[in-house]
């Protein structure tokens, strides 16, 4: 399944996978047989549905397998140290307000902002990359424009 070296993220899209070639080798064969077995095919709803679902089973498995290759290519010995980047969690302070917050940056698949997972292509993600400890950036928010001091920078190395 996941080897050792592998991001976070593949692993995750792997487990993803192998749980969409079950529903789709296991599952939905079973789903379309029961479905068959009531009859008329050509106004059998449950069979329709069955159908459906399968197609975009196949076209999930092939989306999410070409976004593996796409991020098996990145190399986590190229994430700089000391600098943000994939992995890195930022303390960050307001320099309007003076509150904190803490962001861990991560790749779109893994964004959660309830749990401040934001995205290396979010705004903040796309302001705070490449910088390092004491460094100011500014960010358009639906807010206005914010200005932002990065208090504390932890990197994928140091989390590892």
Do not use: W
């Not at 069955?50 to 999410?64: D, H, M």
């Not at 490449?130 to 639906?142: A, I, M, R, Y």
């Amino acid at each position: 399944m996941a080897s050792r070296g592998d991001l976070p993220v593949l692993v995750k899209l792997k487990k993803e996978i192998a749980d969409l070639q079950r529903e789709l080798n296991v599952e939905l064969p079973k789903e379309l047989a029961a479905a068959a077995a009531h009859g008329d095919l050509s106004e059998n709803a449950e069979y329709d549905a069955a159908k459906g679902r399968q197609e975009f089973v196949r076209s999930r498995i092939g989306q999410l397998a070409t976004r593996i290759r796409e991020l098996s290519m990145y190399d986590v010995a190229s994430i700089p140290e000391g600098r943000v980047a994939y992995g890195s969690q930022v303390v960050v302070a307001d320099v309007d307000e003076g509150t904190q917050t803490t962001y861990d940056i991560v790749f779109p698949e893994e964004v959660d902002a309830a749990q401040g997972r934001i995205s290396l292509s979010s705004p903040i993600g796309r302001a705070l990359l490449n910088k390092e400890e004491g460094d100011e950036v500014e960010v358009v928010t639906p807010q206005g424009r914010r200005s932002y001091q990065i208090v504390t920078v932890k990197t994928f190395h140091d989390r590892s």
